[in-house]
Structure formats: structure tokens, C-alpha cells
């Protein structure tokens, strides 16, 4: 939330909403947010759904890497808007329903996991659609890539990415 507040802002006041670094850094907060989800057996069921918001995210961060501030639109403000509701009020939303659903406590244990369920079933069954419209908001002002677009990893960056999804599979693989 706080890097999309950051280019958000940038945004806002017409300066350069994203340079090499804040892809890097939203690279590397994907990455963190994704390996916290499979680390949580009561999380597992939101990785799809991370893994969408934030490959969405990392591509939108590298368009804007090439825009500057004086080409800003209004639509790249509404973009990043879309997507930083997009995350607060259905993906990390739905992880909040997830977690609430395992540590839900005391006499209102059961009315907490009906109200959650319910919430994150209904956010699961319009994520499709929603994703979908946040893709068309962001394609519609040049924010999502095209294959030209995609910068190849060099060879180390590569091996260095396998390993580390290596890594959480041989994790995941040991804990059942």
C-alpha cells in the first residue's frame, strides 16, 4: 500500500511515478508478499489471487518506469486508484477473511466464520471479473505491457528465480 500511495502521489503532483528502483522495489515486495501467503497453510487457498494482483501491479509499475511527469494523465491517476482499491477491498480483504476464519475466538467464534466466509466467497466469485476490469482500466492509458515491452532477465536473474521458487516448493513439499 505504501509504494502505490508513493506513485499515487507522483502522480498527483505531475513528477516521475516510478523509476527503475520502484519497479525493483515492487519486484521485491511481490515477491515477500507472495512467499508470506504459501508460508501459511490457512493462506494457501489466496495465492492465486495475490499472485494475479501483483504480476498486474509489477507490469503497470514498469510502463509508468517510462513515463515522465509531464506525461502524465488523468487515467494514470484513476489507474493507480483502481488498483490500490482493488487490493485494499478485495485481495488483501479476502486474505483478511482467511485469517479471520482460522483465529476467529470465543462465543461469536461461529457467527465471525459464517460472516467471513460468506464475505471471501463472494470476493473469490468476482475476482475474475473484477481483475478483468482493472486490466482494461490499465490498458486503456498504455499501462499494461506488451510482449515487446518485457525486459528478458539476463541469465544469473533467472537462476536466481528458480532457486528461490525451488526453494519454497521443496518447503511446501516437506510440510506434507
Not at 520502484?22 to 508470506?36: C, F, P, S
Not at 489471487?49 to 515522465?68: A, K
Not at 482494461?136 to 521458487?165: K, N, T
Amino acid at each position: 500500500m505504501k509504494l502505490i500511495d508513493d506513485i499515487e502521489g507522483a502522480l498527483n503532483f505531475n513528477r516521475n511515478p516510478a523509476r527503475r528502483e520502484t519497479y525493483d522495489e515492487a519486484t521485491e515486495i511481490a515477491k515477500d508478499l507472495k512467499k508470506q501467503v504459501l508460508s501459511a497453510d490457512s493462506l494457501e487457498e489466496n495465492y492465486e489471487y495475490v499472485n494475479d494482483f501483483v504480476q498486474l501491479f509489477e507490469d503497470v509499475v514498469m510502463m509508468l518506469v517510462g513515463i515522465d511527469g509531464s506525461e502524465v494523465e488523468n487515467g494514470h491517476q484513476t489507474a493507480i486508484s483502481e488498483l490500490e482499491d482493488f487490493y485494499r477491498d478485495e485481495v488483501w480483504l479476502m486474505v483478511a477473511h482467511s485469517l479471520s476464519l482460522e483465529t476467529a475466538k470465543g462465543p461469536n467464534r461461529g457467527d465471525i466464520y459464517d460472516w467471513s466466509s460468506a464475505n471471501r466467497d463472494n470476493l473469490k466469485s468476482s475476482f475474475a471479473d473484477s481483475l478483468k476490469t482493472k486490466k482494461e482500466i490499465c490498458d486503456s492509458v498504455g499501462l499494461l505491457p506488451d510482449i515487446d515491452d518485457y525486459e528478458r532477465f539476463e541469465q544469473g536473474e533467472f537462476d536466481e528465480a528458480v532457486d528461490e521458487f525451488m526453494q519454497v516448493v521443496d518447503g511446501r513439499v516437506s510440510r506434507e
